[in-house]
T-cell receptor, first 107, second 115 residues
Framework: GESVGLHLPTLSVQEGDNSIINCAYSNSASDYFIWYKQESGKGPQFIIDIRSNMDKRQGQRVTVLLNKTVKHLSLQIAATQPGDSAVYFCAENDMRFGAGTRLTVKP | EAGVTQFPSHSVIEKGQTVTLRCDPISGHDNLYWYRRVMGKEIKFLLHFVKESKQDESGMPNNRFLAERTGGTYSTLKVQPAELEDSGVYFC?????????????FGPGTRLTVT
């Protein structure tokens, strides 16, 4: 079946390094993707989105890349900070979420 | 402006009991969504209200789950009778404009444990 998933369940990085979180999707009809951040004890928070007619979109310290050829989405966080520690979810426009990747930032 | 609130934050019940979860969306948000995350797995959509009407309830797992949104304000999600596999975190989200459904604001979730 069609699904949204993540390659890695956990990611540990040093403070100041860049982080890359990956997400695979299989529904080629999806035209919109969203990244959410969920901190402990809180609900998911919108980070950044991208439409299928774009390959890249940048926000503040975050960049989302979309590769439609291989149906792959990534979230890049520059100069990762301790406050970035959270679970990150990708979602398609029908609000199907991936399982999440836990990012841990080591001081 | 207050965010989306959910009550209770935690609930521990025995199998076979009934639990009712409540969600108060952001004032003025017509769209209200329920999601569930079973431990270690993905967040799954349950249903979507537009005001008091159920727009999409395709994600509701079975008839033990009943969601209501009387008056188009707060919503409740009742599980009766609860089963062990119902354990997880139940999130509620709201959005103002259906055209921008992705701008959903999530509540902190209710952690449900069925023993």
């Amino acid at each position: 079946g069609e699904s949204v998933g993540l390659h890695l369940p956990t990611l540990s990085v040093q403070e100041g390094d860049n982080s890359i979180i990956n997400c695979a999707y299989s529904n080629s009809a999806s035209d919109y993707f969203i990244w959410y951040k969920q901190e402990s004890g809180k609900g998911p928070q919108f980070i950044i989105d991208i439409r299928s007619n774009m390959d890249k979109r940048q926000g503040q310290r975050v960049t989302v890349l979309l590769n439609k050829t291989v149906k792959h989405l990534s979230l890049q966080i520059a100069a990762t900070q301790p406050g970035d520690s959270a679970v990150y979810f990708c979602a398609e426009n029908d609000m199907r979420f991936g399982a999440g990747t836990r990012l841990t930032v080591k001081p | 402006e207050a965010g989306v609130t959910q009550f209770p934050s935690h609930s521990v019940i025995e199998k076979g009991q009934t639990v009712t979860l409540r969600c108060d969306p952001i004032s003025g948000h017509d769209n209200l969504y329920w999601y569930r995350r079973v431990m270690g797995k993905e967040i799954k959509f349950l249903l979507h209200f537009v005001k008091e009407s159920k727009q999409d309830e395709s994600g509701m797992p079975n008839n033990r789950f009943l969601a209501e949104r009387t008056g188009g304000t707060y919503s409740t999600l009742k599980v009766q009778p609860a089963e062990l596999e119902d354990s997880g975190v139940y999130f509620c989200a709201s959005s103002q404009d259906l055209a921008r459904f992705y701008e959903q604001y999530f509540g902190p979730g209710t952690r449900l444990t069925v023993t």
